[in-house]
Nanobody, 116 residues
């Protein structure tokens, strides 16, 4: 049974930092690319960052220079370090696992709220 479990969300002030974690089980983690998405109230889910099986990374423009995605294949975890947080970063953050272009498995999400 596949499970992706996010953690690390919470309430933080403008300019603060959070580190999200996503623990994967039931998949061969090292063979999956991992993505972080977010969905703010009333908005569509958007891709925030992705990391390939060989650790190539990509980011949406709005988080470049502030967010860093990383993975630990020994722990079956993917992380999202978020610095210099802004109120517009407020959203539910989801991780997903994929072997192709589309996400195959999703976590339940973790809420990030940035106060101004």
């Amino acid at each position: 049974q596949v499970a992706l479990v996010e953690s690390g969300g919470g309430l933080v002030q403008f300019g603060g930092s959070l580190r999200l974690s996503c623990a994967a089980s039931g998949i061969i983690f090292s063979m999956n690319a991992m993505d972080w998405y977010r969905q703010a109230p009333g908005k569509q889910r958007e891709l925030v960052a992705r990391i390939s099986t060989v650790r190539t990374t990509a980011y949406v423009d709005s988080v470049k220079g502030r967010f860093t995605i990383s993975r630990d294949n020994d722990k079956n975890r993917v992380y999202l370090q978020m610095n210099s947080l802004k109120p517009e970063d407020t959203a539910v953050y989801y991780c997903c696992a994929r072997r192709g272009r589309e996400c195959e498995y999703w976590g339940q999400g973790t809420q990030v709220t940035v106060s101004s």
